[in-house]
């Protein structure tokens, strides 16, 4: 099966679902757990797709084995929530205080982070007085952070990671990635031609050594990547 960026996916009872925008490996066994399908016509917001539902998979088209409602309880792909000034969100300060309740001691209310406020464009910072006072009427956003619903230990590799070898050059960018089938194992990432070569090449995945969400580094040395023979699709 092939994978790569921009590739629309559809259901099985042939909607557009959206493209493909990441694929979620596991480093370690090189196993594609999820795509992350952006959103499209279906879907309104980025989703994690199980590489289970995927029925077929091409350069062109990638099918589902499920319906347009089964897809629609798929989870988003990234979670946006805030964090009040105290460093902890609702659910992590209810549980400190209810570990309280029954005499268990939390740093919940202890170890509070100072509020900063930013003066509007134009204005004195010595208008504003000291620190963590905002000036009547000014609203300070809580932090935000982002969860990426995906299995702890993956990683969503981008279309576009950066390919590194193992003396440090830069030899391509990924453009698609290969998986078998059977195994739902990667097994090949093409990456583009760049600076270094003028044409696209298939590097096996056991060639690489640490992989990201914008970098890949391999195992091996420019001039072994330089003599694989030219990619074409």
């Known amino acids: 099966m092939k994978f790569k960026h921009g590739t629309h996916v559809y259901t099985s009872d042939e909607r557009d679902a959206g493209t493909i925008d990441?694929?979620?490996?596991?480093?370690s066994?090189?196993?594609?757990?999820?795509?992350?399908?952006?959103?499209?016509?279906?879907?309104?917001?980025?989703k994690v797709v199980p590489i289970h539902?995927?029925?077929s998979a091409t350069e062109d088209r990638v099918t589902l084995a499920d319906t347009e409602n089964e897809l629609n309880s798929l989870p988003p792909f990234e979670e946006r929530y805030y964090v009040a000034p105290d460093g902890y969100?609702?659910?992590?300060?209810?549980?400190?205080?209810?570990?309280?309740?029954?005499?268990i001691e939390s740093d919940v209310d202890r170890y509070v982070e100072p509020l900063y406020s930013y003066p509007p464009l134009g204005t004195p910072w010595w208008s504003y007085g000291t620190y963590g006072v905002p000036p009547v009427g000014v609203e300070i956003p809580y932090p935000e952070r982002v969860r990426q619903n995906i299995p702890e230990g993956t990683v969503a590799v981008k279309e576009g990671a950066r390919v590194y070898s193992s003396d440090g050059k830069h030899v391509g960018n990924i453009e698609e990635i290969f998986t078998d089938e059977a195994s739902k194992r990667a097994t090949?990432?093409?990456?583009?031609?760049?600076?270094?070569f003028k044409e696209s090449k298939l590097i096996p995945t056991n060639w690489v050594k640490v992989t990201g969400e914008d970098e890949v580094n391999l195992s091996v040395a420019?001039?072994?990547?330089e003599n694989l023979p030219p990619y074409n699709a």
């Open 22 to 27: 990441r694929v979620v490996v596991d480093p």
């Open 89 to 103: 969100t609702d659910d992590e300060r209810a549980g400190l205080e209810a570990a309280e309740d029954v005499g």
């Open 222 to 225: 420019t001039n072994l990547v």
């Open 188 to 196: 090949h990432y093409v990456i583009s031609k760049g600076l270094l």
């Open 53 to 55: 539902l995927v029925e």
């Open 29 to 46: 066994t090189d196993e594609v757990r999820e795509l992350i399908v952006r959103k499209g016509l279906l879907f309104t917001e980025d």
